[in-house]
């Protein structure tokens, strides 16, 4: 054990790692307890705080934020399995997404969640088809709305343009006949989701409040109760040089000033703010060790065990610019950097560097360096498979004991699903072999 290395809740980081192996994900519950407390004691008691599975859909962490008080927003078969597992609620869990199963419907029906978040007047008629057929006198739904006001400050807007998901507004003005002749399915509100990523906020307040009126003005022209209104999340957190994170307490007093009038005005109305980057990304660090440490043209590489395959956001795919996920030495955490290294995983493509020029203290093959903020969209929204690595261990550190969350992949589990075909003698001079005899 080294005396400078990072410890999570005491434990030192190479005890986990020798635990567990590298690379691996190791998540402190702390961390999710008090980001978790603190936004959900500081805003509107009418406002629920939902896990958006999408960002983190480990069991474990649903679990432990579902005990903390959290609802569920999940989008997949999967998904709702996890949250029955995790033990949340179906009353406080929704089913989003814009190209829903037959299977997932019926599955929704069957498991008597908050609402089915319907994004096409052909979903509700199929949900309506299926809800008969199951004997259902009344299955819950909200409408996603597609509002045709501008989006402020998004890193990823979801309004404004054509998109796969929801209904345009100016659609839904126009669908009462479709809503009125619904016998099964009860609409019960409207769901929001205006990007990701919002770091100002003034923006956040700002969609809140046109949100939130946008559903008074839906309700009134479609005739539908205002019992449920998901006005999104999108909750920024700063991962790269010249980011603030949020300014939570600005935020929250200014969600509440929008809420408290709605409120009033519409009591008994359940209002959901569904947050996954934020709930979970700080309390998450990506483990890899370092293999080797060399120089190509005057530049100090560092080559890890772990890459793009497990984290795809941090390496920056899909960015037109590589901007770089905060990278410490794990095992020299208390010293100072003494030159920059551009840190890489171990795939055979270009692509896969986690960190240029990083910043770093002397770094040694056998080191062990942390991609910090890596809680939300790590292996849920990378290629685990290329190259047939298979996806990494996950450790929740829980009152000082550390769990294993999930079993790295192993190499005889990739390859179980495979079938290789009995293709028969082998060819002679580009002919087939012959037949084998029966």
Request: negative net charge.
């Given at each position: 054990?080294?005396a400078?290395e990072?410890?999570v809740?005491?434990?030192?980081?190479?005890?986990?790692?020798e635990?567990?192996?590298?690379?691996?994900?190791?998540y402190?519950?702390?961390?999710?307890?008090?980001v978790?407390?603190?936004?959900?004691?500081?805003?509107?008691?009418?406002?629920d705080?939902f896990?958006?599975?999408?960002?983190?859909?480990?069991?474990?962490?649903?679990?432990?934020?579902g005990?903390?008080?959290?609802?569920a927003?999940?989008?997949?078969?999967?998904?709702?399995?996890t949250?029955?597992?995790?033990g949340?609620?179906?009353?406080?869990?929704?089913?989003?997404?814009?190209g829903?199963?037959r299977?997932?419907?019926?599955a929704?029906?069957?498991?008597?969640?908050?609402?089915?978040?319907?994004?096409?007047?052909?979903e509700?008629r199929?949900?309506?088809e299926?809800?008969a057929?199951?004997?259902r006198?009344e299955?819950p739904?909200?409408?996603r709305?597609?509002?045709?006001?501008?989006?402020?400050?998004?890193?990823?807007?979801?309004?404004?343009?054509?998109r796969?998901?929801?209904i345009?507004?100016?659609?839904?003005?126009?669908?009462?006949?479709?809503?009125?002749?619904?016998?099964?399915?009860k609409?019960?509100?409207?769901?929001?989701?205006?990007?990701?990523?919002?770091?100002?906020?003034?923006?956040?307040?700002?969609?809140?409040?046109?949100?939130?009126?946008?559903?008074?003005?839906?309700?009134?022209?479609?005739g539908?109760?205002?019992?449920?209104?998901?006005?999104?999340?999108?909750?920024?957190?700063?991962?790269?040089?010249?980011?603030?994170?949020?300014?939570?307490?600005?935020?929250v007093?200014?969600?509440?000033e929008?809420?408290?009038?709605?409120?009033?005005?519409?009591?008994?109305?359940?209002?959901?703010?569904?947050?996954?980057?934020y709930l979970?990304?700080?309390a998450?660090?990506?483990?890899?060790?370092a293999?080797?440490?060399k120089?190509?043209?005057?530049?100090?590489?560092?080559?890890?065990?772990g890459?793009?395959?497990?984290?795809?956001?941090?390496?920056?795919?899909?960015?037109f610019?590589k901007r770089?996920?905060?990278?410490?030495?794990?095992?020299?955490?208390?010293?100072?950097?003494?030159?920059?290294?551009?840190?890489?995983?171990?795939l055979?493509?270009?692509?896969?560097?986690?960190?240029?020029?990083?910043?770093?203290?002397?770094?040694?093959a056998?080191?062990?360096?942390?991609?910090?903020?890596?809680?939300?969209?790590?292996?849920?929204a990378s290629?685990?498979?290329?190259?047939s690595?298979?996806f990494?261990a996950e450790?929740?550190?829980?009152?000082?004991?550390?769990h294993?969350?999930r079993?790295?992949?192993?190499?005889?589990?990739?390859?179980?699903k495979?079938?290789?075909?009995?293709?028969?003698?082998?060819?002679?001079?580009g002919?087939?072999?012959?037949?084998?005899?029966?």
């Open positions: 054990m080294n400078g990072l410890r809740q005491g434990i030192p980081v190479s005890h986990i790692a635990e567990f192996g590298t690379p691996l994900f190791v402190d519950a702390d961390v999710l307890h008090e978790y407390r603190t936004l959900r004691d500081g805003l509107h008691p009418a406002v705080v896990l958006s599975l999408k960002a983190n859909p480990n069991v474990a962490i649903a679990g432990y934020l005990s903390l008080g959290a609802g927003e999940i989008s997949s078969l999967v998904e709702l399995m949250v029955r597992r995790a949340i609620a179906p009353e406080n869990v929704i089913f989003l997404g814009p829903k199963t299977a997932e419907l019926e929704c029906v069957a498991a008597g969640l908050h609402a089915v978040v319907c994004e096409s007047l052909d509700l199929a949900l309506e299926i809800a057929e199951a004997g006198e299955v739904v909200l409408l709305v597609n509002p045709d006001f501008h989006t402020k400050g998004s890193g990823l807007a979801m309004s404004g343009k054509p796969q998901f929801g345009d507004a100016e659609l839904l003005r126009r669908s009462r006949p479709v809503i009125d002749g619904l016998r099964r399915v609409v019960r509100g409207f769901h929001a989701y205006m990007g990701t990523r919002f770091l100002n906020a003034e923006d956040l307040v700002h969609n809140t409040r046109q949100i939130l009126a946008l559903a008074e003005e839906l309700s009134q022209t479609l539908v109760p205002l019992e449920t209104v998901d006005f999104g999340g999108g909750f920024g957190v700063a991962y790269f040089d010249n980011e603030k994170d949020l300014d939570l307490a600005a935020t007093a200014g969600i509440n929008v809420v408290e009038p709605f409120v009033r005005a519409h009591p008994g109305c359940r209002l959901i703010n569904e947050l996954g980057r979970t990304a700080l998450g660090t990506y483990v890899v060790r293999l080797y440490v120089e190509s043209l005057g530049e100090r590489f560092v080559v890890a065990d890459g793009t395959n497990h984290h795809m956001a941090a390496v920056g795919v899909g960015s610019v770089n996920f905060p990278i410490r030495s794990l095992t020299r955490h208390g010293q100072e950097p003494e030159g920059v290294y551009t840190v890489t995983g171990p055979c493509t270009p692509n896969d560097v986690i960190g240029r020029k990083v910043p770093l203290p002397p770094v040694a056998g080191d062990l360096l942390g991609v910090e903020r890596s809680g939300a969209y790590g292996p849920t290629p685990g498979l290329f190259l690595h298979g990494p450790v929740l550190v829980h009152r000082g004991t550390a294993l969350v079993e790295r992949d192993h190499q005889e589990e990739l390859l179980a495979q079938r290789l075909v009995d293709f028969g003698p082998p060819a002679v001079n002919l087939p072999g012959p037949a084998a005899e029966e």
